[in-house]
């Protein structure tokens, strides 16, 4: 299978401030890349997502930078709330597999209030 | 729309014994539906990859024969875990491709399986 990593595996930050959580990839063959927000004893839930023909999209208090260069991939949060704890994920999807998505290691975010 | 469910959510089992958790796309129709395996504090791992009406593709170091997946309609797919053993108690994911919607992935709840 592919191989994606994350950097960090924990992540602590003060309510209201911006979170980077980041993540390295290693197929640069990949066309997609997405976050997802996974809370304990669900399932993941998708944040954003970013094609490889891009190098930043904003969405609603989140932005994905990806840089192909270093095949690495940082997902922001901005004023970060309680309610963003949780573990998060990348994914890569090469369209060439048929679809199939390779998750990252995960990072897991907490807020303190 | 694009809800995905998962039944049972939670199930306890002996070892030896099979068990199947079912995955249903309940608002669309999906072509693919995929099967991951989740331990805890980990990742989730791709397991297979299963079309309507034809076999599952598994990925490599998955058992085709202990985990039996069968995708027999555009809103179903089950996994069968064949004679359970502890080592195969984890979180079990799957994700349904809506029919024309390409690879976006709607993933359902997850069901918690232990083998005792």
């Known amino acids: 299978g592919e191989s994606v990593g994350l950097h960090l595996p924990t992540l602590s930050v003060q309510e209201g401030d911006n979170s980077i959580i980041n993540c390295a990839y290693s197929n640069s063959a990949s066309d997609y890349f997405i976050w997802y927000k996974q809370e304990s004893g669900k399932g993941p839930q998708f944040i954003i997502d970013i094609r490889s023909n891009m190098d930043k999209r904003q969405g609603q208090r989140v932005t994905v930078l990806l840089n192909k260069t270093v095949k690495h991939l940082s997902l922001q949060i901005a004023a970060t709330q309680p309610g963003d704890s949780a573990v998060y994920f990348c994914?890569?999807?090469?369209?060439?597999?048929?679809?199939?998505?390779?998750f990252g290691t995960g990072t897991s975010l907490t807020v303190i209030p | 729309g694009a809800v995905v469910s998962q039944h049972p959510s939670r199930v306890i089992c002996k070892s030896g014994t099979s068990v199947k958790i079912e995955c249903r796309s309940l608002?669309?129709?999906?072509?693919?539906m995929f099967w991951y395996r989740q331990f805890p504090k980990q990742s989730l791992m791709l397991m297979a990859t299963?079309?309507?009406?034809?076999?599952?593709?598994?990925e490599q170091g998955v058992e085709k024969d202990k985990f039996l997946i069968n995708h027999a309609s555009l809103t179903l797919s089950t996994l069968t875990v064949t004679s359970a053993h502890p080592e195969d108690s984890s979180f079990y994911i799957c994700?349904?491709?809506?029919?024309?919607?390409?690879?976006?992935?709607?993933f359902g709840p997850g069901t918690r399986l232990t083998v005792t």
């Open positions: 994914a890569e999807i090469p369209l060439h597999t048929g679809n199939q998505f390779y």
């Open positions: 994700s349904a491709q809506r029919e024309g919607r390409g690879y976006e992935q709607y």
């Open positions: 608002d669309f129709q999906a072509t693919t």
């Open positions: 299963s079309n309507e009406g034809s076999k599952a593709t598994y």
